[in-house]
C-alpha cells in the first residue's frame, strides 16, 4: 500500500449507532487530518495532529472524536450522528504541521462517502 | 476566515486561459492550490510562500500577494485534463488553514 487509504469507502448509520473511519497513511509523516466536506461547500478543516498530538480542533461537535494511536494512524469516531453530518471525510497527511514559512504539502486519502439515516 | 474564490465556476474551450483568484480577510503565511476530480480527493498543485517566487507545475502557474492577501492561478493553453474544481487553501498564523470555496472549470473540446 501506497500513499494514503481510508476504510470504509462507504458507510450507512443509523443516528443511533457508533461506527469509526480509519486513516493510514504510508509516506512517513508527522502530521494527519480530518475534513468534512459536504455537498456544494468548502472543505472543512476538523482535526489536526502533529506526532501523535492533536494541535487543532475546529469547534467540532462531540460526537466526533479523533483518536491517533501513532504516526501512521488516524481515527474518526462516531456516535449519535445527525444527518446533517452526511458528508464525504477526507483524512490527508503531511510532513510536518504549518509553521512560519514552512513546506506543507497535504496528502489526500480518497474519503469515506458517510450516509447518516 | 475561509477565502472566497472567483469565479464560482468556468467553462472553458480546449487551449483557452482562464484564472482562479483567492482572497481572505486574514494575514497570510502561505497559499496553496488543489484540484479534486468529480468523486476523487483533491491533488497538490502548489504552494505559494511568503516573499517566494511564482510557482509552476506544467502550465498551471500562481502568484501570492502578500499585501493584498490574494492569490491567483493562472491556466494556460487548457487542456480536458485539467477539468475539476480548484481550492486554495490559506495558512495563517498558528495552525489555521482553511480552504476556498471552490472553482468549478469545465474545459470542453
Known amino acids: 500500500e501506497t500513499g494514503v487509504t481510508q476504510t470504509p469507502r462507504h458507510l450507512v448509520m443509523g443516528m443511533t449507532n457508533k461506527k469509526s473511519l480509519k486513516c493510514e497513511q504510508h509516506?512517513?509523516?508527522?502530521?494527519m487530518y480530518w475534513y468534512k466536506q459536504s455537498a456544494k461547500k468548502p472543505l472543512e478543516l476538523m482535526f489536526v495532529?502533529?506526532?501523535?498530538?492533536?494541535?487543532e480542533n475546529n469547534s467540532v461537535p462531540s460526537r466526533f472524536s479523533p483518536e491517533c494511536p501513532n504516526s501512521s494512524h488516524l481515527f474518526l469516531h462516531l456516535h449519535t450522528l445527525q444527518p446533517e453530518d452526511s458528508a464525504l471525510y477526507l483524512c490527508a497527511s503531511s510532513q510536518e504541521t504549518s509553521g512560519d514559512l514552512s513546506y506543507n504539502e497535504q496528502f489526500f486519502g480518497p474519503g469515506t462517502r458517510l450516509t447518516v439515516l | 476566515q475561509q477565502p472566497v474564490q472567483s469565479p464560482q465556476a468556468v467553462i472553458l474551450r480546449e487551449g483557452e486561459d482562464a484564472v482562479i483568484n483567492c482572497s481572505s480577510s486574514?494575514?497570510?503565511?502561505?497559499v496553496h492550490w488543489y484540484r479534486q476530480k468529480h468523486g476523487e480527493a483533491p491533488v497538490f498543485l502548489m504552494i505559494?510562500?511568503?516573499?517566494?517566487e511564482q510557482m509552476r507545475h506544467e502550465k498551471i502557474s500562481a502568484s501570492f500577494n502578500e499585501k493584498k492577501q490574494q492569490s491567483s492561478l493562472y491556466l494556460t493553453a487548457s487542456q480536458l485534463s485539467y477539468s475539476g474544481t480548484y481550492f486554495c487553501g490559506t495558512e495563517g498564523r498558528g495552525n489555521q488553514f482553511y480552504f476556498g470555496t471552490g472553482t468549478s472549470l469545465t474545459v470542453i473540446p
Open positions: 495532529y502533529s506526532l501523535e498530538e492533536r494541535v
Open positions: 486574514k494575514a497570510l503565511y502561505s
Open positions: 509516506l512517513g509523516h508527522n502530521a
Open positions: 505559494l510562500l511568503k516573499g517566494g
